[in-house]
């Protein structure tokens, strides 16, 4: 089964940058499609970004030319560069595979939260 380790998030103002990463154990990671996934309090989780991996990306309208999502597939590292970061951005950010089985594993993720 594939473990997540998220890191890099944290406690920002509006308007600042954050860079999160995901390494992922197991091997075969580069066949991947790949996404990073966030959750806020009382709300459902939702993906935000996705990489194929060949490397086209997608992104929901809310993050768009905001967050860009990279991996390298040698290290088996996604990430998410994350800027001009906005109130409705807190949440807690995982990663993990964009085609989901049915009892999935999710990592610890890590917190972003956006104040002033």
């Known amino acids: 089964q594939v473990h997540f380790v998220e890191s890099g998030g944290g406690s920002v103002q509006p308007g600042e940058s954050l860079r999160l990463s995901c390494v992922a154990s197991g091997s075969n990671f580069s066949i991947y499609f790949m996404a990073w996934y966030r959750q806020a309090p009382g709300k459902q989780r939702e993906l935000v970004a996705s990489i194929r991996p060949g490397g086209s990306t997608m992104y929901v309208d809310s993050v768009k030319a905001r967050f860009t999502i990279s991996r390298d597939n040698n290290k088996n590292i996604v990430w998410l560069q994350m800027n001009s970061l906005k109130f409705e951005d807190t949440a807690v950010y995982y990663c993990?595979?964009?085609?989901?089985?049915?009892?999935?594993?999710w990592g610890q993720g890590t917190q972003v939260t956006v104040s002033s």
């Open positions: 993990n595979h964009v085609f989901l089985p049915l009892v999935p594993s």
